[in-house]
């Protein structure tokens, strides 16, 4: 986004967010640390300056970001009652089916709606739009929005930010971290978080179900164009052998691409009526070319998508060939 229309932008929310008597918040499915850590950081700000805000959550949270200060706070769409909401704020997401359906109905009722995000593949879907798609992390667009506003924050604000960060950083590794990553990092440790147990939560603590899981993908893997693409499935079976929840994939498509040599790794992942997909690379290889075919988008080096089908051979076979042609530009 131009410095211009964040600005232009920045005004909108400050007066949608002043006018607002109800406020609702949500994020895409499948929670991660960008998700999770934007939510938090918002619900704290907005409870801060008095404001009545509804934190919806559609989904299972993972265990490794129950340490978030207003993780409890959430309420399931099942228990609204068809509300209309003066204000419907969406973080971290590309497009408003990201939100799912039950949750997407109640942005589509509230008298005004907002879009948070730094997904280049967003699609500027509500009334009023702060998408930086230089930031790391939504987490970093907001950080970015309360100081040019000036709003007071405080340690459990700056510890959901510094998680999103983190996690959409790759704690750090990926190309998109950027100076002003470090100096916003730095400026949220100066409020006292805990960084010993962020870390310890994020990157230290794997269940046994969760090992298992990894195991069985790692077990399935099968390399492609001389070692440089490495692929791994996990199914329901999978799931259910190992006892694992539908979050302990996270990390397994991460730790494949890890593999010295591996450019590109691609995790399969089975559901009841589709397969999602899931891709990381390490320095050239567009993931969001190849998600893009596939009902998905995402990062340069980190994407995702979905196959409309149960067949893993046939998945497997069109996402190498989609990757296959991203060699060979």
């Not at 009545?52 to 769409?77: A, M, Q, R, V, W």
């Not at 929005?145 to 510094?162: C, G, H, M, R, V």
């Not at 994939?249 to 991460?254: A, H, L, P, Q, Y």
């Amino acid at each position: 986004m131009k410095i211009n229309d964040f600005q232009t932008e920045l005004s909108k929310f400050k007066i949608a967010i002043d006018e607002a008597k109800s406020i609702a918040i949500a994020s895409h499915l499948n929670p991660d640390g960008d998700n999770l850590g934007s939510l938090n950081a918002l619900y704290g700000l907005l409870k801060n300056i008095g404001k009545k805000t509804t934190f919806i959550l559609n989904d299972e949270i993972p265990s490794s970001f129950l340490f978030l200060p207003y993780i409890d706070k959430f309420t399931s769409p099942q228990d609204l009652e068809n509300e209309s909401f003066d204000l419907f704020i969406a973080l971290d997401c590309g497009d408003l089916n990201r939100l799912g359906d039950e949750v997407k109905q109640y942005f589509l009722l509230s008298k005004k709606t907002i879009n948070i995000d730094h997904h280049n593949s967003n699609d500027y879907f509500a009334d009023i739009n702060i998408v930086d798609i230089n930031a790391t992390a939504t987490c970093e667009v907001l950080f970015s929005i309360f100081k040019e506003l000036k709003y007071n924050l405080d340690k459990e604000i700056a510890t959901s930010l510094y998680t999103g960060i983190s996690t959409d950083t790759g704690s750090f590794k990926y190309d998109s971290v950027r100076p002003q990553t470090f100096k916003f990092a730095s400026e949220l440790l100066e409020y006292g978080i805990d960084f010993r147990t962020i870390n310890i939560s994020l990157y230290q603590t794997r269940s046994k179900e969760k090992t298992d899981l990894l195991v069985k993908a790692l077990n399935s893997i099968k390399y492609y164009n001389d070692n440089k693409i490495a692929l791994v499935r996990v199914t329901i079976d999978d799931f259910e052998k190992t006892g694992a929840k539908k979050l302990d994939s996270d990390g397994i498509v991460e730790f494949v691409r890890d593999i010295e040599g591996v450019e590109v790794a691609v995790l399969l992942k089975e559901k009841e009526n589709s397969i999602r997909l899931s891709m990381r690379s390490k320095s050239f290889i567009n993931c969001t070319e190849v998600a893009s075919k596939f009902n998905g988008g995402g990062h340069i080096r980190a994407a995702g998508g979905t196959f409309n089908h149960n067949d893993l051979d046939k998945a497997e076979k069109d996402v190498v060939s989609a990757i296959m042609e991203e060699f060979d530009k």
